[in-house]
């Protein structure tokens, strides 16, 4: 009853030292579908952050709701066609000696019902086909929407690397230009002619390969394609809901080195108190 109408929403999240932490993907689980007496770790896959989870839940619960109501209706539906059909029964019985016309009219009649309830389920079949196509182009349309923006992305990644590299070559070189006027070298033979020992060449070495990781920007404020999957169990004992997470696979990295440092949100909804 606690947790009846109510959304477990677990989000993970990469803890950067520097910087706004990373969003890496979501998984929210409605508490009135779960099976909450088992302990047994479930497997989901991440999804997108919503917006707003707590809509998102008020969306569900009316779902729920408006399914629940369907279901009424079309019980309260079977009964009343099931009391129509023992009326008929007993009419039947009590009507032997009728006349063949009226009996004629009530063939006619139950010929014209089952027509209309033929016409009514191919109405209604055309509006599920209509239904489904719409969403299948609204899928293909997003996921075109997604790869145009993973490509623009990679595209200025690309670009801004290839911009760092080139600031870094152009300081290395302002910078040997610089050295060669204050030793008063015009020419990069020169210098080069005058830095016979090896601990000159390994100081030039040191010097470029330092300036290069100081111009190597970080990877903090990036966004990253949500991906991966998260094993949890979720189960109620005691008066208390219990969320165990097991294990989180796949994460996107928002980082150059591939690493992450991931750790978890959760919130009960639609209140959003913070567990």
């Given amino acids: 009853g606690e947790v009846s109408g109510r959304t477990l929403w677990v989000s993970v999240w990469d803890n950067t030292r520097l910087g706004h932490n990373a969003f890496l993907g979501e998984v929210r689980l409605l508490l009135d579908n779960a099976d ?28 729920k709701a408006a399914t629940l109501n369907g279901m009424i209706e079309e019980e309260t539906q079977r009964r009343l066609q099931e009391e129509a059909e023992e009326e008929v029964a007993r009419q039947k019985e009590r009507l032997q000696v009728e006349s063949q016309r009226q009996k004629a009219e009530e063939d006619e009649w139950m010929r014209m019902e089952e027509d209309r309830q033929k016409d009514l389920e ?38 801004e690397k290839e911009q760092r ?12 230009l610089q050295e060669q006027r204050e030793l ?16 000159d060449l390994d100081a030039m070495s040191m010097y470029s390969v330092g300036s290069i990781a100081t111009m190597a920007p970080g990877a903090m404020g990036k966004s990253v394609a949500v991906s991966g999957n998260m094993t ?44």
Avoid at 36 to 43: G, K, N, P, R, Y
Avoid at 124 to 149: C, F, I, V
């Fill in 36 to 63: 909450l007496q088992q302990q047994h770790a479930e497997t989901f896959e991440l999804q997108e952050k919503n917006s707003d989870p707590v809509a998102l839940h008020r969306l569900d619960s009316e779902v």
């Fill in 165 to 176: 590299l080139r600031d870094v070559e152009a300081q290395r070189k302002a910078k040997q």
């Fill in 232 to 275: 949890l169990a979720v189960y109620y004992t005691n008066g208390y809901l219990h969320c165990k997470i097991k294990q989180c696979k796949g994460l996107a990295s928002p980082h150059s080195n591939g690493l992450v440092d991931p750790y978890v949100k959760t919130y009960i909804l639609p209140d959003k108190s913070k567990t």
């Fill in 122 to 159: 191919e109405e209604q079949q055309r509006e599920l086909e209509a239904t489904a196509e719409k969403e299948r182009l609204q899928k293909e349309a997003d996921e075109k929407e997604k790869q145009q923006q993973l490509e623009e992305k990679r595209r200025q990644d690309k670009e």
């Fill in 184 to 199: 008063g070298f015009s020419s990069p033979q020169q210098l080069g002619a005058t830095l016979k020992k090896p601990k």
